[in-house]
């Protein structure tokens, strides 16, 4: 099976990876089950190192959270599974079976991502312009 690349700048790159045939760990292919086979559906996987590091950290801190009191683990693992939805195919598919369920619930959370996501940006532009060396 291959993948469609299509390079988009330098540092970001687009995979898109068809619903029905998906790459597994062990290098075979994991057929969908007929009932979920969309032949139009594609899954565009967006590598990003700032959103891996940070949904493995939530996953993280989910377990943590389910042993400390102090700590929600499920809101933890439920980020921690969003972020990582444009990243990983596991986690593409845990966010569809949400969106099929609630699927007024997912434009909310990915225009609330979009503005933490800025407001991100922004900050990092300020720290960068506090320590620019002159």
Excluded: H, N
């Excluded at 899954?43 to 009191?69: D, E, H, N, W, Y």
């Amino acid at each position: 099976m291959l993948l469609e690349v299509e390079l988009m700048t330098v540092t970001q790159r687009t995979s898109l990876v068809p619903a029905t045939d998906l790459p597994v760990a062990g290098g075979g292919l994991l057929e969908a089950p007929p009932a979920m086979c969309d032949t139009q559906a594609m899954i565009v996987i967006r590598p990003s190192r700032r959103r891996k590091a940070i949904g493995i950290g939530c996953l993280f801190m989910g377990p943590i959270g389910l042993i400390l009191p102090i700590v929600p683990g499920f809101i933890f693992v439920g980020l921690g599974t969003f972020i990582l939805r444009d990243q990983y195919v596991w986690a593409y598919r845990s966010v569809g079976a949400i969106d099929r369920r609630w699927p007024q619930l997912i434009p909310g959370i990915e225009a609330r991502e979009e503005k933490a996501m800025a407001w991100g940006d922004r900050q990092i532009d300020k720290a960068k312009r506090v320590f620019r060396r002159d």
